[in-house]
């Protein structure tokens, strides 16, 4: 099992730069694939960005392809999420999601096991 605590939200003006930080616990957290995922008001919640249990393969919407990096760091517990060229559209709370059931992680909300309260991100315009 696994907990997720996500910090590092907060208020940026519209092409502005803000990173989201995820921190796991629990001894196996490199056995989980790791994804972000985002809800703004009224609307469904959607897959922004993923990363394999090595680190060594990254997804991304096509929203926020070239403007967001997901990384990870398993000796420190930590995934993060690099948001640049951010946009009034991705005013959103910033989940992040553990899943141990797949080597390559998904873009469905479901297929994750494990999620974390959630940050929010607010993008100014």
């Known amino acids: 099992q696994v907990q997720l605590v996500e910090s590092g939200g907060g208020l940026v003006q519209a092409g502005g730069s803000l990173s989201v930080v995820c921190a796991g616990s629990?001894?196996?957290?490199?056995?989980?694939?790791m994804g972000w995922f985002r809800q703004a008001p009224g609307k469904e919640r959607e897959f922004v960005a993923a990363?394999?249990?090595?680190?060594?393969?990254?997804y991304y919407a096509d929203s926020v392809k070239g403007r967001f990096t997901i990384s990870r760091d398993n000796a420190k517990k930590m995934v993060y999420l690099q948001m640049n060229s951010l946009e009034p559209e991705d005013t959103a709370i910033y989940y992040c999601?553990?899943?141990?059931?797949?080597?390559?992680?998904?873009?469905?909300?479901?297929?994750?096991?494990?999620w974390g309260q959630g940050t929010q991100v607010t993008v100014s315009s």
């Open positions: 990363i394999t249990r090595s680190g060594a393969s990254t």
């Open positions: 999601a553990a899943t141990y059931r797949t080597v390559i992680p998904g873009t469905l909300a479901q297929e994750y096991d494990y």
């Open positions: 629990g001894r196996t957290f490199s056995s989980y694939a």
